[in-house]
Every structure is written in structure tokens, then in C-alpha cells.
């Protein structure tokens, strides 16, 4: 990308004598014909442009949730491959073209970036099915189709991240002129989960990217596969090599976030530690309360109160892991969310009418089991549910705990799967959570809606719905829910009194640069200029 003359005629003349030329891909791909397609899969580390095996040759097992198989053998990348990731991204922040490059041709490469994902949505949705469980439908339209969106909203702010002028109050007024400046941080470590491998990676990457950063990004163990198929896209798209770099396998093994030499941001989600002193942006658990009042509308609180919880199998961030119902409403509303609960249909994701599919692996499933176990030892109602399915593969039954109180280890601790969690109004206090990530409430009445809203502690609240998040809102959550905001106009215009200087959400520094202009009326004069 020549953004110059002057680097016009030198890309020109490098080209003219076999200089400069592009190396061709070479993927060692792992096919599979599923899903009434042929699916290719890369399933090595991708650095500096390229896909290879970890230094050490060592490999891990990659699994289908659905029935247990092994989908392919995936590079375990060791310390000295994140060593030469970080020194391509790195490499590729200092002298490439990625960060000199004018914003607009950046945003244009990450339109590209965004059309090649909507071209093999199919395929991206497909692998998104067979390595973490998701149903393909959900797949297909949020895992993939919001990562879609993502970059494509981010892309659209690449030329419009913009610094200010500030007026200042000195000696002597209006004859200094003070402005800022924002420039990309460097080489930014990320590290994502597995309840959203894709989605995850556009979230917590894309504005990374327009901001004319570079990144290491390291997906999550049991779900790397999607992660490296966009590797393959960002080549395609025309991202210099270096700017990208995927390191699968172990987050103890790799220690992504204790390195001095990813100098400058660390991106996580769900869980980290840290040793030496970086620019962090964490989003952790949540423990969301769910407030349904006897004035609401029945049918879409049951609806929507399901889908606060079940969504994704439960493995969903702001999952509603605590209902409050009033009590006068309380039986009828677990009546009919038992009735349908027993609709739902639970069995292979790729079959489009399935309702319900595998949880992500099999520790997590065995976590979820001891997890009901716990909460009918401690006294709560287990309604239904509660078990693993008796099938191949990691299914949990949708179940629902009734009767639990403010003590209890359910009503504390988020399952992260499809456990509904509910207390009367009299049992429970909703703000009685360490996490504070999301919230929402049912209610007909406006008033009440807001009076309860303003006093819930929580980083999102929804009222009469449930999981409606978009790429132009801001995400995020507080107290033990993590820090910084994804998404939004906050991602790229960020603003100190807000983030807290931690600068997760605009992966931006900003520098202040003063002018001191001595204004002379002669000098103004001779000019023509008038005061």
C-alpha cells in the first residue's frame, strides 16, 4: 500500500526488478464434508503472515462437543512461538505499513476483511458448530454475523479517530494553543474464551486493528479453529503480514500476558493474571439479576426470561444467572416455563430445527452437573433438569432451581450454562452480587421501570427484553465483572474521565502537545489580517 509518491516510485521500481513480490498462502488445510459443504480448516499457528507448526512440533486434540470426536490436531504453541509472534507484530507496528498507512486504506482492508468473512459465512458458521456446540442457526447469525457487523462498524471509524483542541487558562488567555493527538499503543496481547470464539475475536480486535495497532491473539484452547480460518481471511484481505498473529493452545503454557515485550495493551475475557504492569481491559463473570414484576406481560417475560438464560446453552456472559419473580406470579411463571422447556428440542446443532445443542467441552458439563448437585444439597427446588442427557456427547438438561436464597452457592456462583436460578422478591436482594455486568426488568409500569433501573448496579440494563447487544452500544460491566468497554463510540473515542486511563476501549494513547504563539499585531498587520 503505497499512500506516498514517493512510496508509489519505490514499491514501483522494487516491483520492476522481482523485488517486493507476494509469497503465496501455503495452508496445510484439514478438510471435512459436513453440513452439505466442504469445510477447510487451517490448524497451525498463523505468525508473520504465515501458517506453521509450533517450534517444538507438539500438537493438542481439538473436540466435536456434539459426539465426542476428535475434529483435527491443532499446533500447541510454546513460549518461543509467542516470542516471534510478538516480534512480528511488533516488527510489523515499527516498519511496516499498517500504522503509516492513511486511515482510510486501513479502513478499506478491513472492509475487505469484513466482506471475506460475509462470503464464507457458511463455512466460518460450520466450524463454528462442530468446534464449540453452538446451534448452527445462532452460529450462523450472531456468532458470525455480529462478527460481520464488528468489523465492519470499526472500519467505518478508522478515519475518524480524532484528537481536540483545549482551550487553556494562562497567564496571559487566549495566546497559547494546546491540542491532543491519538496514536496507535503497538502490540496489543488479546486473549478470548470459548463461548463465542469468533465473535470474541471481532470484538475485542477490531477496533485494535482500525486504530493502526498490531496484535497477538491467543483463542480459546477447546476453540481455535474459526480464529485461524479469519487468519486465512486477513490474508486474502490484503493485511500486511505481521499485523495478525494467532497462537492456539495453552494459556499457562504460552503466558501471553506476562511478557514485557507485548509492550503496550492486554485484551481479556473471562479470565487472567497479571505480572508486570500493562494497559489491561478485563471482562470477567457475571451473576446477572433478573427482576420480573406481576404486571408484566406474561407471555414475553417467559419468552424472553428463557432466553436470558438458555441462549447459547447458558454459555452466554450476561446470561440471567438469577430471576426474582414476584410472588403472587411465581408459580404460573415456572409452570409455563416447564411446559416449555419440555418443546424444546436438544440434540445435533447442524440440524436447523434443533433448539438446544452440546455444552462446550466435557470439564465444563461435569462442572455444570456438580453445580446442581450443590444446589440440592444446599435446600433449593430442583424443578427439572439438573442432569447430563443421556446421548453421546456434552449435553446438559435446561433446568430450573426454585426456592433459592441469598446464601446459597447457586444464587453466588455463575454456571455459565443452562441452570435458571430463581427466588421470590421476599428471598433475595438483586444487587447482592459481587458482579455487576448486566441486568434487566419486566414491568408494564415506566416508573417502576426506571426507579428500578437507576438502582441496579449493573453495566447494561435491559428492560422488557433480554440480550440485545449491538455494535454500536457500549459493552461492559464493573465491579467484579472486569473494566472497559467494547464496542461503541467509546471503543475509538475514548475518553480519560470515563476509562479510567486504562484505554482498553480506544487501544489509544493520547498525546498532549502545547503551542505557545506569541500573537504580534505587526506581524498581523503586514499580513492583510485584521483583529
Same mark, same amino acid.
Given at each position: 500500500?503505497?499512500?506516498?509518491?514517493?512510496?508509489?516510485?519505490?514499491?514501483?521500481?522494487?516491483?520492476?526488478?522481482?523485488?517486493?513480490?507476494?509469497?503465496?498462502?501455503?495452508?496445510?488445510?484439514?478438510?471435512?464434508?459436513?453440513?452439505?459443504?466442504? +469445510?477447510?480448516?487451517?490448524?497451525?499457528?498463523?505468525?508473520?503472515?504465515?501458517?506453521?507448526?509450533?517450534?517444538?512440533?507438539?500438537?493438542?486434540?481439538?473436540?466435536?462437543?456434539?459426539?465426542?470426536?476428535?475434529?483435527?490436531?491443532?499446533?500447541?504453541? /510454546? +513460549?518461543?512461538?509467542?516470542?516471534?509472534?510478538?516480534?512480528?507484530?511488533?516488527?510489523?507496528?515499527?516498519?511496516?505499513?499498517?500504522?503509516?498507512?492513511?486511515?482510510?486504506? !486501513?479502513?478499506?482492508?478491513?472492509?475487505?476483511?469484513?466482506?471475506?468473512?460475509?462470503?464464507?459465512?457458511?463455512?466460518?458458521?460450520?466450524?463454528?458448530?462442530?468446534?464449540?456446540?453452538?446451534?448452527?442457526?445462532?452460529?450462523?447469525?450472531?456468532?458470525?454475523?455480529?462478527?460481520?457487523?464488528?468489523?465492519?462498524?470499526?472500519?467505518?471509524?478508522?478515519?475518524?479517530?480524532?484528537?481536540?483542541?483545549?482551550?487553556?487558562?494562562?497567564?496571559?488567555?487566549?495566546?497559547?494553543?494546546?491540542?491532543?493527538?491519538?496514536?496507535?499503543?503497538?502490540?496489543?496481547?488479546?486473549?478470548?474464551?470459548?463461548?463465542?470464539?469468533?465473535?470474541?475475536?471481532?470484538?475485542?480486535?477490531?477496533?485494535?486493528?482500525?486504530?493502526?495497532?498490531?496484535?497477538?491473539?491467543?483463542?480459546?484452547?477447546?476453540?481455535?479453529?474459526?480464529?485461524?480460518?479469519?487468519?486465512?481471511?486477513?490474508?486474502?484481505?490484503?493485511?500486511?503480514?505481521?499485523?495478525?498473529?494467532?497462537?492456539?493452545?495453552?494459556?499457562?503454557?504460552?503466558?501471553?500476558?506476562?511478557?514485557?515485550?507485548?509492550?503496550?495493551?492486554?485484551?481479556?475475557?473471562?479470565?487472567?493474571?497479571?505480572?508486570?504492569?500493562?494497559? +489491561? /481491559?478485563?471482562?470477567?463473570?457475571?451473576? /446477572?439479576?433478573?427482576?420480573?414484576?406481576?404486571?408484566?406481560?406474561?407471555?414475553?417475560?417467559?419468552?424472553?426470561?428463557?432466553? /436470558?438464560?438458555?441462549?447459547?446453552?447458558?454459555?452466554?456472559?450476561?446470561?440471567?444467572?438469577?430471576?426474582?419473580?414476584?410472588?403472587?406470579?411465581?408459580?404460573?411463571?415456572?409452570? !409455563?416455563?416447564?411446559?416449555?422447556?419440555?418443546?424444546?428440542?436438544?440434540?445435533?446443532?447442524?440440524? !436447523?430445527?434443533?433448539?438446544?445443542?452440546?455444552?462446550?467441552?466435557?470439564?465444563?458439563?461435569?462442572?455444570?452437573?456438580?453445580?446442581?448437585?450443590?444446589?440440592?444439597?444446599?435446600?433449593?427446588?430442583?424443578?427439572?433438569?439438573?442432569?447430563?442427557?443421556?446421548?453421546?456427547?456434552?449435553?446438559?438438561?435446561?433446568?430450573?432451581?426454585?426456592?433459592?436464597?441469598?446464601?446459597?452457592?447457586?444464587?453466588?456462583?455463575?454456571?455459565?450454562?443452562?441452570?435458571?436460578?430463581?427466588?421470590?422478591?421476599?428471598?433475595?436482594?438483586?444487587?447482592?452480587?459481587?458482579?455487576?455486568?448486566?441486568?434487566?426488568?419486566?414491568?408494564?409500569?415506566?416508573?417502576?421501570?426506571?426507579?428500578?433501573?437507576?438502582?441496579?448496579?449493573?453495566?447494561?440494563?435491559?428492560?422488557?427484553?433480554?440480550?440485545?447487544?449491538?455494535?454500536?452500544?457500549?459493552?461492559?460491566?464493573?465491579?467484579?465483572?472486569?473494566?472497559?468497554?467494547?464496542?461503541?463510540?467509546?471503543?475509538?473515542?475514548?475518553?480519560?474521565?470515563?476509562?479510567?486511563?486504562?484505554?482498553?476501549?480506544?487501544?489509544?494513547?493520547?498525546?498532549?502537545?502545547?503551542?505557545?504563539?506569541?500573537?504580534?499585531?505587526?506581524?498581523?498587520?503586514?499580513?492583510?489580517?485584521?483583529?
Amino acid at each position: 500500500m503505497a499512500t506516498t509518491f514517493q512510496s508509489f516510485i519505490q514499491m514501483f521500481v522494487r516491483r520492476l526488478r522481482g523485488e517486493d513480490q507476494e509469497e503465496e498462502l501455503v495452508i496445510d488445510y484439514v478438510t471435512k464434508d459436513i453440513n452439505n459443504m466442504t +469445510v477447510k480448516m487451517p490448524h497451525q499457528c498463523f505468525i508473520n503472515g504465515k501458517f506453521e507448526d509450533a517450534e517444538d512440533g507438539k500438537t493438542y486434540n481439538t473436540v466435536n462437543p456434539t459426539d465426542g470426536s476428535v475434529i483435527c490436531k491443532v499446533s500447541y504453541a /510454546s +513460549v518461543a512461538d509467542v516470542d516471534r509472534a510478538v516480534s512480528a507484530a511488533k516488527e510489523a507496528f515499527d516498519n511496516g505499513p499498517w500504522g503509516k498507512m492513511n486511515p482510510r486504506d !486501513r479502513g478499506r482492508l478491513l472492509y475487505r476483511l469484513a466482506d471475506l468473512m460475509e462470503e464464507h459465512q457458511e463455512e466460518l458458521a460450520t466450524i463454528e458448530t462442530i468446534d464449540s456446540g453452538a446451534v448452527y442457526t445462532l452460529a450462523l447469525k450472531t456468532h458470525v454475523g455480529m462478527s460481520i457487523q464488528t468489523f465492519r462498524y470499526f472500519a467505518g471509524w478508522c478515519d475518524k479517530i480524532q484528537g481536540s483542541t483545549i482551550p487553556i487558562n494562562q497567564a496571559r488567555p487566549n495566546r497559547n494553543l494546546t491540542f491532543t493527538k491519538k496514536e496507535p499503543l503497538g502490540v496489543c496481547a488479546i486473549v478470548i474464551p470459548w463461548n463465542y470464539p469468533l465473535m470474541m475475536l471481532a470484538w475485542k480486535s477490531a477496533a485494535c486493528l482500525a486504530a493502526g495497532n498490531t496484535l497477538v491473539l491467543k483463542p480459546a484452547q477447546v476453540t481455535p479453529l474459526t480464529a485461524l480460518k479469519f487468519a486465512e481471511l486477513t490474508v486474502k484481505a490484503g493485511i500486511p503480514k505481521g499485523v495478525i498473529n494467532i497462537v492456539p493452545g495453552s494459556g499457562i503454557r504460552i503466558r501471553l500476558i506476562f511478557r514485557p515485550s507485548a509492550d503496550d495493551f492486554c485484551c481479556f475475557c473471562c479470565s487472567c493474571a497479571v505480572s508486570n504492569l500493562k494497559k +489491561v /481491559s478485563l471482562e470477567l463473570g457475571g451473576k /446477572s439479576p433478573l427482576i420480573i414484576f406481576s404486571d408484566c406481560d406474561m407471555d414475553k417475560a417467559v419468552r424472553m426470561g428463557m432466553s /436470558s438464560v438458555y441462549f447459547n446453552k447458558g454459555e452466554n456472559c450476561i446470561a440471567a444467572g438469577r430471576l426474582f419473580v414476584e410472588e403472587s406470579i411465581h408459580d404460573e411463571y415456572i409452570r !409455563r416455563v416447564v411446559e416449555e422447556i419440555k418443546k424444546m428440542k436438544i440434540g445435533d446443532p447442524l440440524d !436447523r430445527s434443533t433448539d438446544h445443542g452440546p455444552q462446550n467441552h466435557k470439564a465444563h458439563l461435569d462442572k455444570l452437573v456438580e453445580y446442581c448437585e450443590i444446589g440440592v444439597k444446599e435446600g433449593a427446588m430442583l424443578v427439572y433438569g439438573g442432569r447430563q442427557v443421556d446421548r453421546p456427547g456434552f449435553f446438559m438438561e435446561p433446568t430450573v432451581f426454585t426456592d433459592v436464597e441469598d446464601h446459597m452457592f447457586i444464587a453466588k456462583e455463575e454456571s455459565f450454562g443452562p441452570v435458571m436460578v430463581v427466588s421470590k422478591f421476599k428471598d433475595g436482594r438483586a444487587n447482592n452480587t459481587e458482579f455487576g455486568l448486566a441486568s434487566g426488568v419486566f414491568t408494564r409500569d415506566i416508573n417502576k421501570a426506571m426507579y428500578v433501573s437507576e438502582r441496579l448496579e449493573a453495566g447494561t440494563v435491559f428492560v422488557n427484553t433480554y440480550n440485545k447487544t449491538d455494535v454500536a452500544a457500549p459493552f461492559g460491566g464493573f465491579k467484579q465483572s472486569g473494566f472497559g468497554k467494547d464496542l461503541g463510540k467509546t471503543e475509538q473515542n475514548t475518553h480519560c474521565i470515563i476509562t479510567l486511563y486504562h484505554f482498553k476501549t480506544s487501544f489509544m494513547t493520547m498525546r498532549i502537545m502545547c503551542m505557545c504563539i506569541q500573537v504580534r499585531k505587526p506581524f498581523m498587520s503586514t499580513c492583510g489580517l485584521k483583529l
